[in-house]
């Protein structure tokens, strides 16, 4: 059921304008887009053709590139998963997020999920609802379990498939997977997705099972569009590609060169999750089994007339994850070196540094968005929900703190106005990190959670890889940024940070 209360005053007459809202929904559906929001999962900027990859092959999605716009400066709302993914349902920066960075639900399951947001944070699922859109989510959500506050079905999901939390998610062979607050089981057993074989052979099949989880949730996700083809849809896909471990189709991978894994040879689990006999094929192959899935659901749009009155969205969560252990390869074996993964930007997953931020973004809207065309407005994932929001004609929440801009000037070509407050990310994980976007500004400050270091200034208009601090230099500029930072947050118990905690204004 739809709390109108978050929507509209509670007095008759805002109720029946709620219940005229609701009524004419029907008769709105043919003038009002669906939404397909397909969300990769460590996702490189640089893992994609269209943005510069040049091993990996991803015809579907640079062919999507070719038919809309890429967004050059497009950035995710936090560094790992489940605050990326708040920010992005939410609407809200990390200043104000209810969820700051990976933390655990604390229930004491094996797979526990992940701390829920509240049921008075409005999704964009909720949003879109009174304006007569069926929502469904096929993927990981990683924003609360089954029969929470944070549930997808109760965060305004009609239907959701996947993972629930991201622990699950380790594995593509997983025990279950959840059906709205169910759990089907789709394997006879589990592969558990950390594992380590110091010696002897690696084998590929040895961490497979009969059913690959990505495959299921495709299906799940085609058959949402088939029942909902004939009014308005709002499909999220947070697709678990690429995210570690390594357990891709072998047909994938055969399709990439065995020299490829000749230098650095097999992984055996020493950096974490699953070994593989041949990683680098093993990462390329996720990468093009992401691009397939993303081509089969563009395929189905076409199949049943839609493309044309869809906004397509892909993005990726955060960057491409980072090194550990052993040096030669990344967390789970990935060799981001090798793929150029972050295209120079500096930084991996867990870094508020370009390359742990800065994601891969294209759009499609036949019409609407020109064709083969790029932005270098700079925007982020609190910017969806005011977009959707107006793509659809739908209300946004009146009590609800929104730190997005409505992006669809830009997706039509125009200019969009400086924004009047700066891009912020107040991310938790990691020691505690800190970044302030400013027109061609950016602050960053780590170490928040202890001593904290000297905040840094970068100019990305001339130092896209941020090489130059030159915060000595704009020592005015450095204070204004994080002013506008203080001014900028809440404090959130769940995550805080005792350092700024104090001299955040509503704290003292």
Known sequence: MICLRRFLPCHVPALVAALALLASSSALAADRPNIVFILADDLGYGEVGCYGQEKIKTPHLDRLAEQGMRFLQHYTGAPVCAPARCSLMTGQHLGHAEIRGNRDSGNGRVFPGQLPISDEIVTIAEALKPAGYATGAFGKWGLGPSNTTGSPIKQGFDRFFGYNGQRNAHSYYPFFLDSDEREQRINAGLIYGHQRKPSGPVDADDYRLQNYAPDLILDEALKFIDKNKDQPFFLYLPFVEPHVAMQPPQEWIDRYPEAWDA?????????????????????????????????????????????????????????????????????????????????????????????????????????????????????????????LCGVADAPLPQDQQLDGVDLRAVLT????????????????????QVAVREGRWKAVRRNLLKKPSAWELYDLRTDPEEQHDVADQHADRVAQMEAAYLQNRSVEPDFPVPFYDKQTPESK
């Open 263 to 387: 230098e650095k040879g097999v992984y055996r689990g020493q950096n974490g999750y699953l070994p593989h006999p041949r990683p680098r094929a093993a990462y390329a192959a996720m990468i093009s089994d992401l691009d397939e899935h993303v081509g089969t659901v563009l395929e189905r749009l076409e199949s049943h007339g839609l493309a044309d009155n869809t906004l397509v969205v892909f993005t990726s969560d955060n960057g491409t994850t980072h090194g550990s252990r052993d040096p030669q390869f990344h967390v789970g074996g990935v060799d981001a070196e090798f793929f150029a993964s972050t295209a120079g930007l500096r930084g991996y997953k867990g870094s508020v540094y370009e390359g742990g931020i800065r994601v891969p973004c294209i759009v499609r809207w036949p019409g609407r968005v020109p064709a083969g065309s790029t932005t270098d407005t700079p925007s982020y994932f609190p910017d969806w929900f005011p977009t």
């Open 413 to 432: 070509g125009e200019t969009l106005p400086e924004r009047t407050e700066p891009m912020i990310w107040d991310f938790h994980n990691y020691g505690g």
